[in-house]
């Protein structure tokens, strides 16, 4: 019997994965089993070369549905996600991104339609690792104008991860109402609001934080 399966990943052991469960549910997925990495890099790390990332490979058969917030969650590595969906595919595993509600699959046959799925594929995963570096670099680039004054770099510890932040602002492109996007992202309202009051703000504290 083919199950759905939910695999989460957070960078840092004191960030928490039960918000991808949550916003999984939210958008209408009926998850069997959670397998989840803790502070482990998506940059370092192939996936299955991670703990759970292994368990992953070996839990999932053909007909199964593989459940991510998105594909960063896999990886921040072009080659190694690009390589990971297709593996899977040729499997017969269905993945599916909570984000933007995208499937990927190996049943069609038609051309056309593999090459706009590959395409879109290699879009994602290179825009993931374009992330991961343009973060890194900005890190770099704040604590080095901050050297010195530890308490300006670092500042308040938001209570919202690089996932969240997406999660809010692709929501709120949407449409989604602000009780709604706190909900699926495990946040409350009034950090919603500030979010969408200035991204560019709320992704310069993850970057401080190293998140």
Known sequence: MSKTILYARVSTSDQDVSH?????EAAGFEIDEVIADEGVS????KLSERPQGKRLFDRLRRGDVLVVRWVDRLGRNYQDVTDTIRTFM???VIVRTVINGLTFDGATTDPMQEAVRDALIAFMAATAQAQAEATKEAQRAGIEANRGDPAKYRGKKPS?????????????????????VAKAAGISRQTVLRINSDPSAADAVLVRWGL
């Open 160 to 180: 919202y991860d690089r996932g969240t932040l997406q999660t809010v602002l692709t929501m709120s492109r949407e449409g989604a109402g602000t009780s709604a």
């Open 20 to 24: 991808q469960l949550t916003q999984a």
């Open 90 to 92: 040729r499997q017969g």
């Open 42 to 45: 998506g940059v370092a790390t």
